[in-house]
């Protein structure tokens, strides 16, 4: 994610904004002076999907010959998190998992 914070028109390093999965399952965040803050734990997936501007949904790809899923044609992100108990259930002896969904419109997109 990229947030232009001192309103200069330009994205530095500094504002430029990242978010992984780390080796020990948990989505940290990249911050601009190199630290990487745990945000969440015991997550066994993270993904994106995304909307483009045709309708049509999936990862961006400026190698194809198709245009409609470039990068400049993306208007939404799906964010999918899958995450699991830290500790096993007594009863089923398994570990509990939870996945959480959600589509996010890209704020100005298409408009240049």
Not at 4 to 15: M, V, W
Request: aromatic share 8%; glycine share 10%; net charge negative.
């Amino acid at each position: 994610f990229t947030v232009d914070t001192d309103g200069d028109g330009s994205i530095s390093n500094a504002e430029d904004i990242n978010y992984y999965v780390n080796g020990s399952n948990q989505i940290v965040r990249r911050t601009a002076d190199g630290s990487t803050p745990v945000v969440a734990e015991n997550i066994t997936n993270f993904s994106f999907s995304y909307g483009f501007a045709d309708g049509g949904t999936g990862v961006p790809d400026e190698t194809d010959a198709d245009t409609t899923n470039d990068l400049d044609d993306i208007r939404s992100v799906q964010i999918t998190i899958v995450g699991e108990t830290a500790d096993i259930d007594p009863i089923t002896g398994e570990k509990k998992s939870r996945t959480q969904s959600s589509w996010v419109v890209v704020r100005n997109a298409g408009l240049l």
